[in-house]
């Protein structure tokens, strides 16, 4: 039996293709992008043993009240979702859980760079000391990034 994209289904109402698609859809939208965040630092949690100081309507309510992640969406939107663009939740004290007061929003991409630090280095520096120019960044990322 096929879909109506001509796709053949495994079972359900439609095909594997579709599911994924309308799953990445989902992902892709404002409110979907909290819910797979919460699932993932709930995951996160639960492998570390890292305190989770919020309920899943808390953390939403909290993200949808911060201008930040809305800011932060719509940039990851207008890159053509651009994975180093894309919302994250960071720690302000990697010691400490996901609770409120150590949580903010920032992009993968800076929040990635503020891990590398802490472990003492830069990943985007071509060499000591060096900062590269943000407006040139993307052209700067090494293909193994």
Not at 17 to 30: G, I, M, P, T, V
Not at 35 to 64: M, N, P, Q
Request: proline residues 4%; aromatic residues 16%.
């Amino acid at each position: 039996m096929r879909c109506k994209n001509g796709h053949i289904k495994a079972r359900g109402k439609s095909c594997k293709h579709c599911n994924r698609k309308r799953q990445l859809r989902y992902q892709r939208s404002f409110r979907g992008k909290l819910y797979h965040k919460w699932r993932l630092i709930v995951l996160r949690c639960k492998r570390t043993g890292l305190e989770l100081g919020f309920t899943k309507e808390a953390f939403i309510d909290w993200s949808l009240s911060d201008f930040e992640y809305a800011a932060l969406y719509r940039a990851w939107v207008e890159s053509n979702y651009n994975s180093w663009f894309v919302p994250s939740v960071d720690r302000i004290d990697g010691s400490r859980g996901y609770v409120p007061g150590n949580v903010q929003w920032m992009t993968w991409k800076e929040n990635y760079r503020k891990e590398c630090l802490r472990k003492g280095f830069d990943p985007f520096a071509k060499s000591e000391g060096f900062i590269p120019n943000p407006e040139t960044l993307e052209e700067e990322i090494p293909d193994w990034l």
